[in-house]
Each structure stands twice: as C-alpha cells, then as structure tokens.
C-alpha cells in the first residue's frame, strides 16, 4: 500500500511539473489520469506474473471476437469460433485467455453454506507425487509426438479407449500379432524419450 502511495505521490510531482496554466484545464482532469498511469505502469512493470504483449493482445482480440460473435448470434461462442475468427489455432486462444485472468489466493473461500467455508487451497490436490505425476505426463505426451500416425492411433486405442488388440486389429485391418509388434515397437520407441 505504502509503494502504491508513493507511486501515485510520483504522478502527482510530475503532473505538477508538466501542468501548463495557459491551456485552461482544471489540474484535477490533467493530474488524475497523469497519477493512474503511473500506478498502472508500477503494476504493470512489479507484477510478479509477466504476460507479453503479443498474448495480451490476442486475448483482448479475442474478447472482442467473442462479444462481436455474441452479439451476431445470440448466444456465446464457442473456442473453435473465436479461433476461426482470428485465424488462429484454439490452443494459443485458450492459453491467451488463461494468461489475461487474475491470479487468486488459496485462501479465496469458493464455497460458503453458513458453516465452515470451503477454500481454493481445499480444492488443490495434496497427493505427494503430484508433480512427478504431472512431469510423467508431459514426457508421455512428448514422447507420442515421436510416433508416426498409425502407432499413435494404436496406443491411444489400446491404452486410452482401453480396446483389446484384436478389436484394434479389427478396426484398423491387420492381424493381431501386427498390432502386438506395432505396439511393442512403438512402446520401445516411447522409452527412448522418457
């Protein structure tokens, strides 16, 4: 609070300083804005969450998109809409917009029936292995992208749909004992980048 004070103590000096009398304007119109940009640019510049500009400006055309669209077709529109709009792909809109949203306390109570509130930090996961788990993910995801087509379609039908390898060699039209080494093979090639 003290900072805050002291940065719009910073506005006020200089528009104290740059207020020209002859140009017939009360200070308070000249300094006001002159001392809410000096906060903003302090915000901006101390916030221990730094955004870029480029995504900021994505998300807000994004915002734009999506109140244009609303407005067009009575109804909220979806990702894939706002995505098409901008000519973008959906994930760099989804991560625009989560980037643009206010961080909130673990103490902030979401949930409150008169008795004992329940909080954000009561909602989050306390599972030992949380972020090994959430790593283990990103290699397995990483090590997918290794894969041609056909042994990612396998190991998503196998280990994902939870399918047998004769339903998979059924669907896709080969033999079992194709879609056990295809499978064998694409594993043994996971293991290289995990």
């Not at 959906?90 to 109570?109: H, M, R, Y």
């Amino acid at each position: 609070m003290d900072d805050l004070f002291q940065v719009g103590c910073i506005g006020l000096i200089k528009a104290i300083d740059n207020f020209d009398v002859s140009q017939n304007v009360k200070f308070s119109t000249y300094a006001v804005p002159m001392i809410i940009g000096e906060i903003r640019r302090y915000l901006r510049d101390n916030n221990s969450i730094r955004v870029s500009r480029s995504l900021r400006d994505i998300a807000y055309k994004a915002l734009q998109v999506k109140e244009k669209l609303t407005n067009q077709n009575s109804k909220e529109p979806t990702i894939t809409e706002i995505a098409k709009e901008l000519e973008l792909k959906k994930e760099d809109v989804v991560f625009a917009l989560d980037a643009i949203q206010d961080p909130i306390s673990l103490f902030e109570p979401v949930y409150h029936d008169g008795g004992d509130a329940i909080y954000v930090m009561d909602q989050v996961s306390d599972e030992k292995n949380h972020d090994e788990s959430w790593l283990e993910e990103i290699a397995l995801r990483e090590a997918m992208r290794k894969l041609n087509d056909r042994e990612k379609h396998i190991l998503n039908l196998r280990f994902y749909e939870g399918r047998t390898q004769m339903e998979v060699a059924e669907e896709i039209g080969i033999s079992q004992a194709q879609v056990s080494r295809l499978e064998k093979s694409a594993l043994m090639h996971m293991r290289k980048y995990i």
